[in-house]
């Protein structure tokens, strides 16, 4: 049973994965503060729920996963305002996300703009429809991104393409996202959620602490520390009882049980 009733997400479990579908479809599912906010709190009830091992986030029908963020909000905003906007998008959901114990999966369902991209970037794992289209449009507005999509696409898909599609404003279709590296795989629409399912489903059964310690390490891979970081973790696994499972396991040439 959720701890809590949401206005624009639904939440939808099944055994191990829980599925986060924005459902605004009569604005293409554009992120406004408050569905910012309902993603947020329901990725906090799921972190907290040990019997959730995957989240997916997509977005309601077939045209659009998130349409971008709902600009009527932030017309009239000057400087100030805009920062703060930024900051709080980012501190609430977008880094949420990134930083989450547990793999947050995109599953891409039509257009992905502006701060629909962002928020499919700051996932662990994106896959798409074919009917897709990905993009970054602030700059027809005068603006840049907010979200963190200056920060995110170069680490997904190099500096070039990402100044490419920055600069440009176009859109990218669902097979030229996979070729760049922006998305890990395209299906036709109708099978994307079943295709994501299965993969969320593979994750699920592998060792949840030991997917903590990776999405952390991962995200350190462009610093500093990031090598001793993945020291520090592989040592830190052998005293849990997840490494002692999994071993046991393979030794014992059965499925290990986490």
């Not at 309601?60 to 998130?66: A, D, H, I, L, P």
């Not at 404003?169 to 590296?181: D, I, L, N, Y």
């Not at 299965?198 to 500093?224: F, G, R």
Request: proline fraction near 4%.
């Amino acid at each position: 049973m959720w701890k809590m009733s949401y206005e624009n997400i639904l939440l939808n479990k099944e055994d191990k994965v829980s599925i986060i579908t924005i459902n605004r479809p009569e604005s293409l599912n554009a992120l406004n503060a408050q569905t910012i906010k309902e993603i947020s709190s329901a990725l906090d009830e799921l972190n907290s729920d040990p019997s959730c091992r995957v989240i997916i986030i997509t977005g309601s029908g077939e045209k659009s996963f998130v349409a971008g963020a709902d600009i009527k909000e932030f017309s009239d905003f000057g400087k100030e305002k805009a920062e703060e906007l930024a900051r709080n998008g980012q501190n609430i959901l977008f880094n949420k996300i990134e930083n989450m114990t547990k793999p947050v999966i995109a599953a891409v369902n039509g257009f992905a703009l502006g701060g629909g991209l962002e928020l499919a970037m700051a996932c662990h794992i994106r896959y798409a429809s074919e009917n897709a289209r990905l993009g970054l449009p602030e700059v027809t507005l005068g603006l840049i991104p907010g979200y963190g999509g200056t920060q995110r696409l170069p680490k997904l898909v190099g500096k070039g393409i990402a100044n490419e599609m920055i600069f440009s404003a176009k859109m990218v279709p669902a097979q030229r996202a996979k070729e760049t590296g922006l998305v890990n795989e395209v299906y036709p629409i109708e099978e994307l959620l079943t295709k994501t399912k299965e993969l969320a489903n593979v994750i699920a059964h592998n060792s949840p602490m030991a997917i903590s310690k990776a999405i952390h390490a991962v995200n350190l891979s462009d610093t500093d520390k990031g090598f001793e970081t993945e020291i520090t973790y592989f040592g830190e696994l052998f005293e849990l009882d997840d490494k002692k499972e999994g071993v046991s396991a393979f030794l014992e040439k059965r499925k290990p049980n986490f």
